[in-house]
């Protein structure tokens, strides 16, 4: 369709006035809290490279490249260690996850438990809920007695790989008993990604809430576990969506900005946002990815907002 000057004088006034209101929202008032979210790993089934460094440039390097955006904003963040690439890897290869472990302890970094079972036998799946309630017990309790192994700080946070947690009735449990007390799995809007078995569709906007032992759609205020959704602005109708309205660095800044506004204006007082260290990998600083992440990371606090790990959410245990 060929646009005339009146359609075109029309668009401009449009954007004028949209950037105005923007410009007014963003001004004013106090903005949520950020956490920082990230997912360490390389890959989540055997068949998938990236190239043949890619352990390095993907789990390490990326990780690395997130920690010193933090770091040099005097920021923190939550890092979630897939550390099934440690358990199933070669002693190099467990030597510089135990370095990287090492390297976010002593910069303030919290650590938290991140599992892709499928590395363990070849299985494409990366949910976890397709193994037996033992074996999902064993696994999260090896993770984390590897982590406190190498760390000296016991994990209290989990996210499942490929935010599978669809058999919540096997996957609680297993948490309680290896001291788990938070979950960030739920990615509200999602269903069944990456070969997964979930649906999230139905889920709530709610930033934090107890569910109870069998469901995760329903609350208990005597859940043993708390589960902090990865933020979604708005409610998806497909996965595409969702993935389009998480607090993703590779989506512009200024929808970013406007899905901080409505996070206020809905009277959320945090974000959860998610990271892949798989993302920002590359070397060149200027790179669309890790540019808008540290857009972010600038604009929070001069807006009211600060960044934030699950340790010191304030009220966090209620």
């Not at 036998?121 to 696994?139: A, K, R």
């Amino acid at each position: 369709m060929k646009l005339t000057s009146k359609m075109i004088i029309v668009l401009k006034l449009f954007k004028i006035s949209f950037i105005g209101i923007l410009k007014h929202i963003f001004r004013y008032g106090e903005f949520p809290d950020l956490m920082v979210s990230v997912d360490c790993e390389s890959r989540f089934i055997q068949k998938i490279h990236l190239n043949k460094d890619s352990f390095q440039e993907a789990f390490i390097d990326g990780t690395y490249r997130i920690a010193h955006a933090l770091e040099k904003r005097n920021f923190n963040g939550v890092f979630f260690i897939n550390i099934t690439e440690y358990i199933t890897g070669s002693e190099p290869v467990k030597n510089k996850i135990e370095q990287l472990l090492k390297y976010l302890i002593d910069n303030n970094h919290q650590i938290g438990v991140h599992i892709h079972p499928s590395l363990y036998d070849g299985n494409l799946s990366p949910d976890i809920c397709t193994y037996n309630s033992e074996q999902i017990f064993s696994m999260i309790k090896e993770s984390c007695q590897i982590i406190e192994k190498l760390t000296k700080t016991t994990p209290t946070i989990f996210r499942s790989g490929g935010y599978c947690a669809g058999r919540w009735d096997l996957l609680y449990p297993a948490l309680v008993k290896c001291g788990i007390t938070t979950d960030s799995s739920v990615f509200p809007g999602a269903s069944n990604l990456h070969l997964g078995r979930f649906d999230y569709t139905s889920f709530p906007y709610s930033w934090r809430y107890r569910p109870n032992k069998t469901d995760l759609r329903k609350t208990d205020s005597s859940g043993e576990v708390l589960e902090l959704p990865i933020s979604v602005a708005v409610k998806a109708k497909n996965n595409a969506e969702a993935s389009f309205f998480r607090f993703d660095f590779n989506r512009p800044v200024w929808l970013l900005k406007l899905m901080a506004m409505y996070y206020r204006s809905h009277s959320k007082k945090h974000i959860n946002s998610i990271y892949h260290s798989k993302e920002v990998f590359q070397e060149n600083a200027e790179s669309k990815g890790f540019r808008q992440l540290t857009s972010l990371l600038d604009w929070f606090p001069g807006h009211n907002g600060s960044v934030i790990t699950y340790d010191n959410l304030p009220h966090f245990s209620q």
